[in-house]
């Protein structure tokens, strides 16, 4: 089973600073299968990132992907007050087919 | 514009059972393949079942095999989770989400969840 662990747990920084957020899994898998979502309080998860590096529809270009192997990560390249929030990494396996996602990591206001 | 839009939860007693909707429109739901994601209350997301278009492949988190039924009906553009045997631990936001593969697979649409509590 691969386990994908995101660090740090926390990251608070400022708005107009530079985040990245790193997700790491247990073993190699394919970029084609990493995927990131932001959550906000009391909101349903949204898609930001697949294939570890393509943006989803409507994602602002400060929003990029990048990695490969067993690491991966999500940068956004200036903060703004919309972007504090948590992300999750997600991993997809083929065979048995299941999905698994980090544990997060929250981008709070400093 | 897709929507889904999840409904059934509640309070529900530890070993009683819940069955769990999810409507959808906005978009050809007999196309796509779809996804149960829950989170417990304060906790991160836990992806529980997966259902292809066809219901031909299904596949369950080791947490709920054995007790969740994943199901849909196209005619009805409806997807459903049937929950036996709840236990304290299975309290949680439920969503249903949209897959789409193309050859990147990603969760690209979400409800917004309907809350289940098992509690007695």
């Known amino acids: 089973e691969i386990v994908l662990t995101q660090s740090p747990g926390t990251l608070s920084l400022s708005p107009g600073e530079r985040a990245t957020l790193s997700c790491r899994a247990s073993?190699?898998?394919?970029?084609?299968?990493l995927a990131w979502y932001q959550q906000k309080p009391g909101q349903a998860p949204r898609l930001l990132i697949y294939?570890?590096?393509s943006r989803a529809t409507g994602i602002p270009d400060r929003f990029s992907g990048s990695g490969s192997g067993t690491d991966f990560a999500l940068t956004i390249s200036r903060l703004e007050p919309e972007d504090f929030a948590v992300y999750y990494c997600q991993q997809y396996v083929d065979s048995p087919l299941r999905f698994t996602f980090g544990p997060g990591t929250k981008v709070d206001i400093k | 514009e897709v929507q889904l839009v999840e409904s059934g939860g509640g309070l529900v007693q530890p070993g009683g059972s819940l069955r769990l909707s999810c409507a959808a429109s906005g978009f050809i739901f007999s196309g796509y393949s779809m996804n149960w994601v829950r989170q417990a209350p304060g906790k991160g997301l836990e992806w529980l079942s997966y259902i292809n278009s066809g219901s031909s492949i299904i596949s369950y988190a080791d947490s709920v095999k054995g007790r969740f039924t994943i199901s849909r009906d196209n005619a009805k553009n409806s997807l459903y989770l049937q929950m036996n045997s709840l236990r304290d631990e299975d309290t949680a936001v439920y969503y249903c989400?949209?897959?789409?593969?193309?050859?990147?697979?990603?969760?690209?649409?979400w409800g917004q969840g309907t809350l289940v509590t098992v509690s007695s």
């Open positions: 073993q190699i898998i394919s970029s084609t299968y």
């Open positions: 294939g570890a590096s």
């Open positions: 989400a949209k897959y789409d593969y193309a050859g990147n697979p990603k969760f690209d649409y």
